[in-house]
């Protein structure tokens, strides 16, 4: 399987902007997995610039129907 390495940064509202992974979607899920974390993308906007991207604070969203 090829990579879409520019639609996936097109896509990516990381706000981490030293960020070696964007684009590089495989790469990012496995870094935020091991650590317990959720990537950008799985987050609304105005959560996402918190950094908060842990399991529990989306559990929480879920719940909060906003996400």
């Known amino acids: 399987m090829e990579c879409r390495i520019v639609s996936n940064r097109r896509d990516c509202h990381c706000s981490y902007e030293p960020c ?31 950094w908060d991207r842990r399991f529990e604070t989306f559990a929480r969203l879920v719940s909060e129907r906003r996400v």
């Open 20 to 50: 070696s992974r964007k684009g590089i979607c495989c790469e990012c899920l496995r870094y935020h997995l091991g650590a317990r974390e959720l990537p950008a993308c799985c987050f609304p906007a105005d959560v996402e610039p918190t």
